[in-house]
């Protein structure tokens, strides 16, 4: 890589440092930018991985639906139960 004619002249000036500065730090900002792109096309998952993803969001839900409907019924009926054995000692 050559070295372009005008540098020394860069390097002596405070304006070329401050010339310098920023094109370095928009390099850096690029390449960060450049970066996290790559990054996050890494890290999406396809169709497919979503599609499962949600089908187990739904049978997830379907049971807790289903375990919130038997706790209720587990309620209900144990009370039953309960007042059911308390009448048949009471009729002893």
Do not use: C, H
Not at 14 to 32: D, H, N, Q, S
């Amino acid at each position: 890589m050559s070295v372009p004619v005008y540098a020394p002249a860069l390097t002596v000036n405070p304006l070329g440092w401050a010339v310098i500065g920023a094109a370095g730090y928009l390099t850096y900002k690029a390449g960060k930018k450049a970066g996290a792109g790559s990054q996050e096309k890494a890290v999406t998952p396809g169709l497919a991985d979503r599609a499962v993803k949600g089908a187990m969001k739904t049978v997830y839900r379907a049971k807790k639906s289903v375990s919130e409907s038997f706790g209720k019924s587990r309620e209900k009926y144990s009370s039953m139960w309960n007042e059911a054995q308390e009448e048949v000692k009471a009729a002893e």
